[in-house]
């Protein structure tokens, strides 16, 4: 049973960067399509970004394409959002999520994802 808790949410300014890490606990995610997704209150959840397991592939929402970058270190069983010259539409509630069932990610669905962690909050100003 995998556990995920994010960090590294904060509030910058416009053009600033920020970057947010996932740690996972209880079981490796090495194997595991991993993802990004963000929220505003009263909208549907966003996939922001995903990334196969083993990283043999990475997608981007093309709102964030060219600015944001996915990684994992599947020997520290982490996953991080690099996140440049933010503006305000980034403005959002951050989550990792993890599916277990699937390595590669796919068309990367809210529904495909079985694990998610708490969020951490990111405000561009």
């Known amino acids: 049973h995998v556990q995920l808790v994010e960090s590294g949410g904060g509030s910058v300014q416009a053009g600033g960067s920020l970057l947010l890490s996932c740690v996972a606990s209880?079981?490796?995610?090495?194997?595991?399509?991993m993802g990004w997704f963000r929220q505003v209150p009263g909208k549907e959840r966003e996939g922001v970004a995903r990334?196969?397991?083993?990283?043999?592939?990475?997608y981007y929402a093309d709102s964030v394409k060219s600015r944001f970058i996915i990684s994992r270190d599947n020997a520290k069983n982490t996953l991080s959002l690099q996140m440049t010259n933010l503006n305000p539409e980034d403005t959002a509630m951050y989550y990792c999520?993890?599916?277990?069932?699937?390595?590669?990610?796919?068309?990367?669905?809210?529904?495909?994802?079985?694990?998610w962690g708490q969020g951490t909050q990111v405000t561009v100003s």
């Open positions: 990334i196969d397991g083993r990283d043999t592939g990475r």
């Open positions: 999520a993890a599916s277990d069932f699937r390595i590669y990610c796919g068309s990367g669905r809210v529904s495909d994802f079985n694990v």
């Open positions: 209880g079981d490796t995610i090495s194997r595991y399509c």
